[in-house]
């Protein structure tokens, strides 16, 4: 390997020629080679955090029936017309209805039901008094209440259908579903809920100087920290991580495990190996593929081909993955922002790759700092992401495209992060012809502003400042830096998912 066998280059001088992409353009690429979830049913109590697949509707009104609001004395409004402390209103009391009871007689004029919260509304009560402003008496032997202020028609009543009627919508397809929509469903009778399936990621080390978390240091030999690291990231992405170990910087043995990774996972993401070394395996990997190419004009009329085509059951695919080939048309339900927005035609073209296996380079540089390496690929039609081994870059890197797959796959609407603007904390004086993404902890000022504090180790081979990091304040290329007080674009990286 290595050896072009066609034009009789040795592919290993291809190490220099690596075009940075735009991070917008790479993002773009990634998201649209990104596969889409399938759904499945997940138990009520267990679909919090996750993305709704169906738009659910209310199976009742709600409230399905008038009830109390409070404890007190369900009455007709109009008999406390005149009631006051010092002039109460003496009504019959001619029942007592708990929740979960229904009464067993109408409320006639002059008489009133003793009621507790949550309680069907007998008929002919139109009101609840509560209890602390009655008190109890009897009239001719006869248990009585005394009401002490006037009582206004539906006071203290929920009214059928107040919040919602038989069939209106309680959250749209692709909702992350929060404990407040777990307790509607839940009121609605949804014991199951049909959200999209958390992406597989198969997790790969490549280095040979990695040595398992539990060993003991070695001479010139480290832990392999990355493997975890993207593992929680996976997770807070609402992925499932694969845990495949660490690989030597052999491409063999590299090639090997992916392709049998991309029959498990759906997605693959490698930390490693991807810079100019003589070393780096997954490098010299990617030289042979194929680079992609932006499609001709023309390609659009494919897209609406494609967009007729069903890819539910994808057999090839579909054995092993928890996903589904999409057609090009579902892409366009993404927000106008969204990286995936722009030319559909694309979308056509990582379809056809998907669904035929393909192998293909979508780029093995981008113009950032850290993380300039970083590479993307489909390989047996599955998107391979290969991050930088150096932990601040391999975290950069997942942010900036493996989270943004991992939420796209589960149909997210705006899976790039959200950013803020925020007072930069310290100059950053280094221009760079790269985009920065500094690492940051956000804060609020006394001013009321969004503080970002510029965190220190945080080189792309340092990793002292990657726990506290909840911030990427963004630096724009140029010959010049920012400087502290200058107001920057940070984008946010604590999401919350389960
Ligand atoms: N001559 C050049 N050298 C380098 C260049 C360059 O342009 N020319 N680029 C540099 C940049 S920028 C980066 S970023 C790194 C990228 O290196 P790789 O992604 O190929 O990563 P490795 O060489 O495999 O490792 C880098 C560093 O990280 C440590 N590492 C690797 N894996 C792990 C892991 N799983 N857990 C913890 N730490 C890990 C590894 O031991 C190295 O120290 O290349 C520069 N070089
Ligand atoms: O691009 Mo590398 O991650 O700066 O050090």
């Known amino acids: 390997m290595g050896f072009d066998s066609e034009t009789g280059e040795n592919k290993r001088d291809g190490r220099w020629n690596r075009r940075a992409l735009q991070v917008s353009e790479a993002q773009r690429r990634v998201l649209a080679a990104a596969g889409r979830a399938a759904s ?33 004395y369900a009455v007709r409004a109009a008999d406390t017309a005149l009631a006051s402390p010092q002039a109460p209103a003496t009504l019959r009391v001619t029942q007592a209805v708990a929740a979960g009871e229904l009464a067993l007689a109408t409320v006639k004029p ?36 005394l009401v002490k202020a006037v009582a206004s028609p539906g006071q203290n009543v929920a009214p059928r259908g107040e919040e919602f009627r038989h069939g209106s919508l309680i959250a749209e397809a692709g909702a992350l579903l929060t404990p407040g929509h777990v307790a509607l469903l839940g009121t609605f009778g949804y014991a199951a809920v049909p959200v999209y399936k958390r992406p597989r990621v198969a997790v790969f080390a490549t280095g040979s100087e990695l040595l398992p978390v539990e060993a003991p240091l070695a001479p010139g030999r480290i832990r392999d920290s990355n493997s975890a690291m993207i593992a929680a990231l996976v997770r807070q992405s609402g992925g499932e991580p694969l845990l495949c170990g660490t690989l030597p910087d052999e491409p063999g043995a590299v090639r090997k495990a992916l392709a049998d990774a991309a029959s498990e996972a759906d997605l693959i993401i490698t930390t490693g190996g991807v810079s100019v070394g003589d070393y780096d395996a997954m490098a010299e990997l990617l030289r042979e593929l194929d680079e992609w190419k932006e499609p001709e004009e023309g390609a659009a009329e494919a897209t609406s081909l494609a967009s007729q085509w069903s890819f539910e059951s994808h057999s090839s695919l579909a054995s092993h993955s928890t996903f589904e080939i999409r057609s090009s048309s579902e892409s366009s339900s993404l927000e106008a922002d969204s990286p995936l927005e722009k030319g559909s035609a694309v979308n056509t073209q990582w379809v056809q790759a998907q669904q035929q296996g393909e192998c293909m380079l979508l780029f093995n540089r981008v113009s950032m700092r850290p993380g300039s390496p970083t590479s993307a690929a489909l390989i047996n039609g599955r998107l391979v992401l290969a991050l930088s081994g150096n932990p601040g870059a391999c975290f950069v890197g997942f942010e900036l495209f493996a989270g943004p797959s991992i939420r796209a796959m589960q149909r997210e609407p705006s899976p790039v992060p959200a950013s803020v603007t925020a007072v930069l904390g310290a100059d950053f004086g280094k221009g760079s012809p790269h985009t920065r993404y500094v690492r940051s902890k956000l804060r609020f000022g006394k001013d009321g502003r969004v503080h970002a504090d510029v965190l220190a180790f945080g080189k792309s081979s340092m990793m002292a400042s990657l726990a506290e990091s909840d911030g990427l304040a963004v630096i724009p290329s140029g010959s010049r830096g920012a400087a502290a007080g200058e107001l920057v674009k940070v984008l946010l990286l604590k999401r919350i998912y389960s």
Do not use: H, N, Y
């Not at 697949?53 to 399905?64: F, G, H, I």
């Not at 602390?132 to 008496?137: D, R, S």
């Open 110 to 145: 002059g008489t009133a039901a003793r009621i507790m919260t949550g309680a069907a509304m007998p008929e002919g009560a139109d009101a609840v008094v509560m209890l602390e402003q009655t008190a109890e008496a009897s009239a001719g032997g006869e248990a009585a209440v």
């Open 40 to 72: 499945e049913l997940t138990p009520l109590a267990e679909c919090g955090g996750r993305r709704l697949a169906e738009s659910l509707r209310a199976t009742s009104d709600w409230p399905p029936f008038a009830r109390a609001g409070l404890d007190g």
